[in-house]
């Protein structure tokens, strides 16, 4: 029988690419986002492969009873959830403490923290219900080392940090293993959105080193969520060669 991926942030970057390496495996998918035209071509994409099933489901994470209904709302067939891949998230701006928006603080929390525990807690009961389960929450090296104008987007990722942990705990008794991923800089539309919409800027981050592709990231989750039941990965920093941590990256100019 095949297994079951439920994927936030299935529309671009890391979500998108990790649909496809697991769909290529032949997993059923649950492909989740805001942008619904996009889920539904990457759906037909996907079911392109006539053995496995995907479902679209078009909600915001950060809105929590989108996230409820949506999730408690799922057929039978589609409640055996092996691996949840929590990855939803954004940088909104990058500025000093004092010249940040407040909007942009309220964003970056909504989402990527409290959009986590909603789509964690809801998929939880499946988990438990099954008595086994997988959650990858996908952190950053922003949340082992606090940059310049990093503050808030930074506090979101300790944050999944510190959730993951706590899951792991808490979870024990119910089978329910727990991945924290923490990538480096990757080149997806996540510049784009963090310098709102300013292409030659976002283009700028990834210029004079080779950044990690999104397929790299999925390449590693998928070994993650295939290991023996009784071997968990707890955390891993993955970095582009060029990049060290937060702080340092090799540029050729
Ligand atoms: P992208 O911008 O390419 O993708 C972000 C995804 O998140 C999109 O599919 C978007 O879908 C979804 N998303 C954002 N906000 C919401 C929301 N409110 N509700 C539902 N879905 C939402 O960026 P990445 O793929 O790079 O980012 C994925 C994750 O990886 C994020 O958590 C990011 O913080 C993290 N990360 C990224 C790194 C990088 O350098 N790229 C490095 C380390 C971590 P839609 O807009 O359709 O809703
Ligand atoms: C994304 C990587 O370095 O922009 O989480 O914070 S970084």
């Not at 690419?17 to 649950?30: D, L, P, Q, R």
């Not at 987007?153 to 329910?176: E, G, M, T, W």
């Not at 030659?200 to 990690?212: C, D």
Request: glycine share 6%; aromatic share 8%; proline share 2%.
């Amino acid at each position: 029988m095949n297994k079951t991926i439920f994927i936030t942030g299935a529309t671009s970057g890391f979500g998108k690419a990790i649909a496809e390496k697991f769909a290529s495996e032949n997993w059923n998918c649950i492909i989740t986002g805001r942008r619904k035209e996009r889920l539904e071509s990457l759906s037909a994409l996907l079911s392109l492969n006539k053995s496995i099933k995907i479902l679209p489901l078009v909600f915001d994470v950060s809105k929590r009873d989108e996230v409820f209904a949506a999730i408690n709302n799922l057929k039978d067939e589609w409640r055996n959830i092996d691996v949840l891949i929590n990855n939803a998230g954004l940088a909104a701006g990058r500025n000093v403490f004092d010249e940040a928006s407040v909007d942009d603080w309220e964003t970056m929390i909504d989402t990527n923290v409290k959009g986590l525990l909603y789509v964690s807690k809801a998929v939880i009961e499946f988990m438990k219900q099954h008595k086994k389960g997988h959650i990858v929450n996908i952190g950053s090296t922003a949340g082992k080392e606090v940059y310049k104008e990093g503050n808030v987007y930074c506090a979101s990722k300790f944050a999944v940090n510190a959730i993951s942990q706590a899951q792991r705990i808490d979870l024990l008794p119910h089978n329910i293993k727990v991945t924290c991923v923490n990538p480096g800089a990757a080149e997806t539309e996540f510049s784009l959105v963090r310098l709102k919409g300013d292409e030659q800027k976002a283009k700028a981050v990834y210029e004079g080193y080779e950044p990690l592709h999104a397929e790299d990231i999925a390449n590693v989750i998928y070994y993650c969520a295939t290991l023996p039941q009784h071997v968990c990965i707890n955390d891993l920093v993955i970095t582009c060669t060029a990049q060290a941590n937060s702080f340092y990256t090799y540029k050729d100019k």
